[in-house]
C-alpha cells in the first residue's frame, strides 16, 4: 500500500506540474502583458445593438494563428515530415502574438471575461496538442521515416493531402465541424504497405478519432449556449455604387450619403471589403467601431507599423499583424501592393 500510495503521490505532483506548465503563459500574458494607453473615445452611428466589442478585432488573431498554424503544417509536410515542423515555434508564435496583442487592446477598452476565457482555453488546448505531437512525431514518427527512407508513403500523401484540405476548411468553419472519423476511415481503407503506412495508420488514426471524439462534445456545448452571430453590420460611402450587387450583402438603410450594410463575417467578409475597397467604396464605421485590424503577407520583417510581425513555417515570408481606422482601411487596402504586401485576413469582431 505504501508502494501504491508513493506512486500515487508522484504521479498527482506530475499533473500538478503538468498543469502548472500549461498554465504559466496564461499567468504571463496576464500580468506581463497589459498596457498602459487609455481608451480613445468615439460616438458611434449604428445603434448599440448592432454593436460589437472593439478590442475583439484584436482578441479573434489568437484563433487565427492557430488556423494559420494548420496551414504551415499542411505546407510543410506536403514535402518534408511532420518532426520537420517547428512545434515550439508555433506554439511559442501564439502566446507572443497574445502578449502584443493584450498590450494594444489597452487603447480600445477593456478586454471581457468570456473573451479572454476563450483566448486562453484554445490557446491551452493548442499548446498541449501540439506538444504531444512534437513530443511523438519527435521519437517514434522520427524513427518511422527512418525506416521507411527518403521517399513518402502513401500514407503520407493521404495525410498531407487531409492536413492542407483541413486547413482550408478552417478559413470560414469552426474546426469541431471537420469530418475527422471520415478521414480515419480513408486512412484504413486506402491501400498501403511497409512499417511507415502502418504507423501512420495507427498513430494519426487514433489523433483523428480522439479529435472526433472532443469535436462532438464542443459541438454539444456550442449547441447549448448558442453559436456566435455570422452578420454584422457596418456604415460606408457608396460614392454612388450599387451596393446590393455585392455578394450577400444587404442594404439597411441610406442617410446623409451614407449607407448602413448587413454584410457576413469570417473570411467572406475579408474578400467583400478588399472588393468593395478596390471599387472606391469608404469604409465609415464597423460594427460601431472605428479601430480594425488586418493580417497582411510580405517578403520581408521590416515594418514601421505592425503590431507584431512573425515568419511563416513552410515559407520564405512574412505576417505582419497591422491596425488602422476604419475610416483608413480602404486606402491601405488600396496601398498594400504598392508596399509589396498581400492582404491575408480582415479581423472583424
Known amino acids: 500500500m505504501k508502494h501504491l500510495l508513493r506512486w500515487t503521490l508522484r ?21 506581463m502583458c497589459r498596457g498602459d494607453a487609455a481608451p480613445t473615445a468615439y460616438t458611434p452611428i449604428l445603434p448599440t445593438k448592432d454593436h460589437r466589442p472593439e478590442s475583439r478585432t484584436l482578441m479573434t488573431y489568437p484563433e487565427w494563428h492557430i488556423v494559420h498554424a494548420y496551414d504551415d503544417y499542411a505546407t510543410v509536410i506536403a514535402t518534408n515530415d511532420p518532426h520537420d515542423f517547428g512545434y515550439v515555434s508555433a506554439i511559442g508564435g501564439f502566446w507572443s502574438s497574445l502578449c502584443d496583442l493584450s498590450r494594444q487592446s489597452a487603447h480600445l477598452g477593456p478586454v471581457d471575461g468570456g473573451t479572454k476565457q476563450m483566448v486562453y482555453v484554445i490557446g491551452v488546448s493548442f499548446t498541449a496538442e501540439l506538444s504531444l505531437k512534437a513530443l511523438y512525431e519527435e521519437t517514434f514518427g522520427r524513427v518511422a521515416t527512418w525506416i521507411r527512407g527518403p521517399d513518402h508513403a502513401a500514407l503520407d500523401t493521404l495525410t498531407a493531402h487531409q492536413a492542407a484540405e483541413y486547413a482550408q476548411f478552417l478559413q470560414q468553419v469552426p474546426w469541431y465541424k471537420w469530418h475527422f472519423s471520415e478521414d480515419a476511415t480513408a486512412l484504413s481503407a486506402t491501400p498501403s504497405k511497409g512499417f511507415r503506412d502502418t504507423e501512420r495508420r495507427l498513430a494519426v488514426g487514433l489523433e483523428y478519432r480522439a479529435k472526433a471524439a472532443y469535436a462532438g462534445v464542443i459541438a454539444q456545448a456550442v449547441e447549448n ?101 476604419v475610416s483608413n482601411l480602404a486606402q491601405a487596402l488600396r496601398d498594400l501592393k504598392a508596399r509589396g504586401h498581400r492582404l491575408e485576413h480582415i479581423h472583424d469582431y
Open 225 to 325: 449556449v448558442g453559436a456566435d452571430a455570422l452578420t454584422l453590420w457596418m456604415v460606408v460611402d457608396a460614392k454612388g455604387r450599387d451596393l446590393a450587387a455585392y455578394d450577400a450583402v444587404k442594404v439597411v438603410d441610406s442617410a446623409n450619403g451614407l449607407t448602413i450594410l448587413q454584410t457576413p463575417r469570417y473570411r467572406v467578409l475579408t474578400h467583400l471589403l478588399a472588393e468593395m475597397a478596390k471599387d472606391g467604396v469608404q469604409f465609415v464605421e464597423i460594427a460601431g467601431n472605428d479601430d480594425i485590424m488586418f493580417t497582411t503577407i510580405a517578403p520581408s520583417a521590416q515594418t514601421q507599423d505592425a503590431i507584431s510581425v512573425m515568419p511563416r513555417q513552410g515559407h520564405t515570408d512574412y505576417r505582419h499583424i497591422q491596425m488602422v481606422k
Open 11 to 31: 504521479g498527482g505532483l506530475c499533473l500538478v506540474l503538468l498543469l502548472a506548465l500549461l498554465l504559466s503563459p496564461v499567468a504571463y500574458v496576464e500580468t
